[in-house]
């Protein structure tokens, strides 16, 4: 069973314009992870933001976390072709990551 | 400095096969986790090693069993083959669990059943 589950599924945007998606989970937490994944390939992490933490930001990238609503959002500002990708967002305890099913995000120049 | 690297990167096997995966963590690293991901969907943790022992484990059958060397490195072994555990496998490695720390992913391995 996935602990994550993002929304939407699916995401297509222009050059320039933002991105929002957003990440709904089940249990208590440690933290929270944002990894991003190029066709099929090894993930990348992006960013976490721990159960403490209300918002994080790294370049383009600004997360935010809410613990009484067990969710997160990520936002990539002034999207790029290259950002064309899958995001996933997985809960962390104690190392064990658990994933949703993620988001994929077209952006078209 | 290398990051985690992963053998090999296909493999074709049939069913009732065994097959053997591999995985070497990045520099200074020492907890190796093992996902599977299924077309389409999120990695689904396998299990995780420290110390050469499985601290670990997902809702994964004993046909998926591990190890994990001195080196810190770690193969994935999965035994009587389906056709549905036809999947990528990723290999991810980090700082020993119970602080915040992020994985670090390998490129995975694709494995086909027939």
């Known amino acids: 069973s996935q602990q994550g589950e993002e929304d939407p599924q699916a995401l297509s945007i222009q050059e320039g314009e933002n991105a929002t998606m957003n990440c709904s989970y089940k249990?208590?937490?440690?933290?929270l992870q944002w990894y991003r994944q190029n066709s099929g390939r090894g993930l990348v992490h992006l960013i976490l933001?721990?159960?403490?933490?209300r918002e994080k930001h790294s370049g383009r990238l600004r997360v935010t976390l809410d613990t009484s609503k067990k969710s997160s959002s990520l936002l990539i500002t002034a999207s790029r072709a290259a950002d064309t990708a899958s995001y996933f967002c997985?809960?962390?305890?104690?190392?064990?990551?658990?994933f949703g099913a993620g988001t994929q995000v077209v952006v078209t120049p | 400095d290398a990051g985690v690297t992963q053998s090999p990167t296909h493999l074709i096997k049939t069913r009732g096969q065994q097959v053997t995966l591999r995985c070497s963590p990045k520099?200074?690293?020492?907890?190796v986790s093992w996902y599977q991901q299924a077309l389409g969907q999120g990695p689904q943790f396998i299990f995780q090693?420290?110390?050469?022992?499985?601290?670990q484990r997902g809702n994964f059958p004993d046909r998926f069993s591990g190890h994990q060397f001195p080196n810190y490195s770690s193969e994935l072994n999965v035994n009587a083959l389906l056709l549905g555990d036809s999947a990528l496998y990723l290999c991810?490695?980090?700082?020993?669990?119970?602080?915040?720390?992020?994985?670090?992913f390998g490129p995975g391995t694709r494995l086909t059943v027939l």
């Open positions: 249990t208590s937490i440690n933290n």
């Open positions: 933001i721990r159960s403490n933490e």
């Open positions: 991810a490695s980090s700082f020993p669990s119970g602080r915040a720390n992020e994985q670090f």
């Open positions: 520099s200074g690293h020492d907890t």
């Open positions: 997985a809960t962390d305890s104690w190392g064990k990551l658990q």
């Open positions: 090693y420290y110390e050469e022992e499985e601290r």
